[in-house]
T-cell receptor, first 114, second 114 residues
Framework: KAGVTQTPRYLIKTRGQQVTLSCSPI?????VSWYQQTPGQGLQFLFE???????NKGNFPGRFSGRQFSNSRSEMNVSTLELGDSALYLC?????????????FGPGTRLTVL | AQSVAQPEDQVNVAEGNPLTVKCTYS??????LFWYVQYPNRGLQFLLK??????LVKGSYGFEAEFNKSQTSFHLKKPSALVSDSALYFC????????????FGSGTQLTVLP
């Protein structure tokens, strides 16, 4: 079974631009979560989608948004990029939301904002 | 509320020696507990989880973790460390019956010295 895939793997943008990141979960997984990882803040939860509905949301500004499609693929969008948005963005999928299910992570998208 | 603490940012151990990476948690009820490992430029990989039952949980690559309810701890252990175990380790918690997202610790960098 193929793992979680994220595209693109690397991205360079300039301040003020917007970016869209994509995540394809493991086949059959309906929950997709997004995390931001930085050296200073560690791993921070962005949001979780299940069956096309946002189930949980972290403490990030409205510039960060996401969505999930009927095939469980998910995208996240960051508008008006700031230097501090430079990070590794990780996507994780699991069969169901919450519970005792472990999450399966993709390799991440490394975003650099200049 | 749920939270998890990894009190050591860095753990160094000699190859062949036992290793311990510490984790303590806080939840209102009972916890689901997880350990993940992250290698450079990679996503997180699931190692093991505690749901219920036996307090000693065995996972991938020879790792195990001991759930201690009275001390609210879930330390990761391995009897004999390998250089290839050098990586960033994350502990995570979710309260049972909760719809909240998984909460991750700040991570512990394990370095196994040859």
């Amino acid at each position: 079974k193929a793992g979680v895939t994220q595209t693109p793997r690397y991205l360079i943008k300039t301040r003020g631009q917007q970016v869209t990141l994509s995540c394809s979960p493991i086949s059959g997984h309906r929950s997709v979560s997004w995390y931001q990882q930085t050296p200073g803040q560690g791993l921070q939860f962005l949001f979780e989608y299940f069956s096309e509905t946002q189930r949980n949301k972290g403490n990030f500004p409205g510039r960060f948004s996401g969505r999930q499609f009927s095939n469980s693929r998910s995208e996240m969008n960051v508008s008006t990029l700031e230097l501090g948005d430079s990070a590794l963005y990780l996507c994780a999928s699991s069969p169901m939301t919450s519970g005792n299910n472990e999450q399966f992570f993709g390799p991440g998208t490394r975003l650099t904002v200049l | 509320a749920q939270s998890v603490a990894q009190p050591e940012d860095q753990v160094n151990v000699a190859e062949g020696n036992p290793l311990t990476v510490k984790c303590t948690y806080s939840v209102s009820g009972n916890p689901y507990l997880f350990w993940y490992v992250q290698y450079p430029n990679r996503g997180l990989q699931f190692l093991l989880k505690y749901i219920t039952g036996d307090n000693l949980v065995k996972g991938s690559y020879g790792f195990e973790a001991e759930f201690n309810k009275s001390q609210t701890s879930f330390h990761l252990k391995k009897p004999s460390a390998l250089v290839s175990d050098s990586a960033l380790y994350f502990c995570a918690v979710r309260e049972t019956g909760s719809a909240r997202q998984l909460t991750f610790g700040s991570g512990t960098q394990l370095t196994v010295l040859p």
